[in-house]
């Protein structure tokens, strides 16, 4: 692991079921996931679950205001990071419960197996002045990097839900490719959207 991605801010960690899935939950998954589904387009506006863009961070997520604040006032209203941090932590629960990686239904609030670290910066000191003007345009690269590993991930999932309906279990290594991808996109996401800091994210999985 090279040390850009040890050291960087934004982590995220889901707990690997080391157990029997349930597979009358994961054959049902796309009905029961329809309910919480409605709550999550309700508070963070269309299709949550697609890499990050400048058109997908929409209703939920106060990036505008932020924006202007940070330009204006150089200042990050701490109710403000905790309601993009926890409606961040919401669509990750999401993700995770459709992506076949838990069969614990998504909570609205509590952690349960996904591990979301995203510190609250001190504007004066760990963001620059600006440069919230442009890192959504910085941060391209990864947009089309993100975009070729979704069309994988799709296939994964697909292999998983076969694997796990046959044997119960979702292969680990398949397991942190698509945790790993998730990852990547929650550091694309506090850079350019979020705008908790300016460490650039790696172009790792890791």
């Given at each position: 692991m090279s040390d850009a991605v040890a050291s960087h801010p934004v982590t995220l960690a889901v707990d690997f079921p080391d157990r029997q899935l349930n597979r009358a939950t994961l054959f049902f998954r796309p009905i029961m996931i329809v309910p919480i589904a409605i709550i999550l387009v309700l508070v963070s506006g269309p299709?949550?679950?697609?890499?990050?863009?400048?058109?997908?961070?929409?209703g939920g997520i106060l990036f505008l205001p932020t924006l202007l604040m940070l330009l204006f006032r150089w200042k990050y209203p701490r109710w403000w990071f905790d309601w993009n941090v926890a409606l961040t932590r919401f669509v990750l629960r999401v993700g995770v419960y459709f992506l076949l990686l838990t069969d614990g239904y998504p909570s609205t609030d509590q952690e349960q197996g996904v591990h979301v670290g995203i510190p609250y910066p001190d504007p004066t000191k760990d963001l620059k002045v600006?440069?919230?003007?442009?890192?959504?345009?910085?941060?391209?690269p990864h947009y089309v990097v993100?975009?070729?590993?979704?069309?994988?991930?799709?296939v994964v999932t697909v292999i998983a839900w076969f694997a796990i309906?046959?044997?119960?279990?979702?292969?680990?290594g398949m397991f942190d490719f698509v945790v790993g991808f998730?990852?990547?996109?929650?550091?694309?996401?506090?850079?350019?959207?979020?705008?908790?800091?300016?460490?650039?994210p790696p172009f790792s999985l890791s």
């Open positions: 299709s949550p679950m697609r890499p990050p863009s400048p058109t997908t961070v929409a600006g440069l919230p003007l442009v890192k959504w345009f910085l941060a391209i993100l975009a070729c590993l979704l069309v994988a991930v799709a309906l046959f044997t119960g279990r979702y292969p680990r998730l990852r990547w996109c929650l550091r694309v996401s506090a850079y350019a959207f979020l705008l908790v800091t300016d460490v650039y």
